[in-house]
């Protein structure tokens, strides 16, 4: 009735999930942190680093090997996926398919698709960590949110935690974009503790003026022990840039979405214990 | 001609004076002032008027009222942040509305020309939190009311065209940012105020045209919606929250014990918390179908956020069932005529929604009660547990295990981090760790005790 959803994910996915399932206690639980952000917080004033451009770039050979080795294997995916179908799925499923599970959280590979980062690159003082939960089917974004402002003389408001999934890539770091135009809906499964949160829907933009622009709507959660589903149609996003909302609204390019964020910024300081979401997929609507 | 400027200004002063006044009256004073003068005054009028910012002759020093000056004689120093100084000065230690209202009273009647009204403003918003007024929105029109009226409309299209008087606008879009952060939605007086101040088209009015557009929109998003003001009381608060991680309308709220303070024979006082559990009728049918060979947990605290205040619950839970222990319920077709509870079509497509999930039912065990108590500590809980036993015979049988952190404060999903730490130091131990973890830190309620307790 219900085609496998198993079969659509990545096979590094695939494995790691089996060999859970066989050996339980030996993946590790805990994602060794990231680097959260690109650009590390200079305050304003502060000399800039006397560096040149190509100083932090590492040109070690086995990097270099490693980088043939994994670009040739994605292009060779790409040549050969054509000839199965669009995405490298059958013209079929692709055409019948209701949802489709992009994110979910199996075992610490999965953890690698995100970025995590919190107001302390813009010189706050929240922090957050994202790991994977009790049963390595979830994972859970924790830390501290505060809300004081850096004492910079510039920055006015702060306080902010968030995910933002990384952009996919073709082989020879080429961008890749969801093409979600197929479907309507956005779909979480989510466990929060209470407070709201902002969903981010990053698209591909014409000009480079406009990278800033989001696609936001709120994810509301309810708090306690149980686990929601949130359905929120895409319709529902509303364009901003830089955090304010833009007079002319458009709707989203559906096929060219590159990331989605998930930020909490509701000034509550205190600890971020939020539970927050695991697993989540998109579908169409069904029309009846 | 000096003659008739001084009377004109007189006059001003009269009109300005009255700005205290709502702001629509205080247009229509202007309008019928101004139109009630002859032509001729009507113009020099308005070149008094509009030495108002920049007049050589009266930028000395702004006079300040008798009753502000020390008693030292010592006059203002001329720092630049003179304007905190005033409200020092007026609301010395009662910050309240009223003293608020009052600091801007004596600003604006401190100086006709409300030099420094700008900087003045800008102190305001950032004072606002202290007073306890940055909810106020008759605060805000009030501070929009400092503006002088008339003064920075533009009055041909080259000034329309670009900034005109941008430090202003910039201050009064400040203000209505500062009501948009704090979720205050504008009036018809906001509205007219800012339109006598900026003109039809500034920045500040599109601002405000902007909120007025998407304050509605967002109004009613929110699925779950908490009330403005929280109730102070904590059973009703508990009551609050409860049904609102439930989602279950048939659930039903329990409070075990009111808050309540006793004196004891030896004098001491004893406070009781208060207990507010909450149990829908399928947690009940989850718990009596729990094989009682298993443990059951009390966990907590849990935080939950309902705005900016932090409540804290407890869960009654059990580890999952094992996948060899689960039962298949068969439906019974004859529960209901009407439809079938089951189709099976074996059609070549993915119909999409998956019916199987079972918010009860978790992957992470089910939850069988939840509670909120003011104490923390195992003797409150088991007063809970004993309570929920009247109605889940089952909890007589079953062993019930606390895993309760030491107080709300340093809780933060504790059980989840703790075993993680154990996984990061010895994964290969999970198992045994665990189980030394309970040991340690859990108490094993002995369950025969418990039920005489609640015999006698």
Redesign the interface.
Known sequence: MSLPKMARLPSVRLLSSIQQQLLPSIAPLTEPRRAASRYEYRRPGEPKKDKYPFQPVNFSFSKGLEGIKKHFALLKKEVTDRWVGPEGKPLLEHMLEQNQVLWEFRGPESLKQWTVSSDHEIGGQSEAHLKLGRNNDTCFLYGTLSSTPPRDGETRYSGYCTMRSQQPLRSFDRKKHFDWSNFNTLHLRVRGDGRPWMINLATETYFSHQGDDMYNYFLYTRGGPYWQEVKIPFSKFFLTSRGRIQDSQHCVWLDKVNTIGFTLGDKADGPLPAGDRFHWRQQRLRSH | MRCARCLLQLQCLRLVGQTARSAAQNGALLHSASSSQPNMLHNTQHQVLRRFHGSPVCAKMPPIPAEFIDEDGKKRDKSLVTRDDLFEQVAKDIKTKATFNKVVDVFIKQDVRRRGHVEFIYAALQKMPEFGVEKDLAIYNKLLDVFPKEVFVPRNFIQRMFNHYPRQQECGVQVLEQME?YGITPNMETKVLLVQIFGLKGHPVRKLQ?LMY?FPK?KH????PIPKELSEDPVDLARF?LT????DRDAKVTVYQLPCTDITESGEEITLPHVVGIQSPSQMELLAKHNPSRPVFVEGP???????K?VY?Y?L?AD?TPPDEKVEEPYDPERCFYYSLQLD??????????QS?N??D???GP?FA?CMTGRGEQAVLNQWISGLQLNNPILGQVATLFRIDDGPKE???A???E??HH??TD??T??EDRQHEGEAEVTVDEEPSRSQGIKQ
């Not at chain 2, 497509?349 to 998956?354: A, I, V």
């Open positions: 952060n902007r998407w967002f998003t929110n699925p779950f929250s609102r991680i439930t989602n849990f935080p939950l956020w309902l705005r900016k932090c619950y869960v839970r999952p079509l074996d059609l070549d497509r993915d119909f999409g929604d998956e999930f918010v009860e978790l992957d992470e939850v939840m809780l933060l999903g059980a989840d981090t075993s993680d996984h990061r994964p290969d999970r198992t």
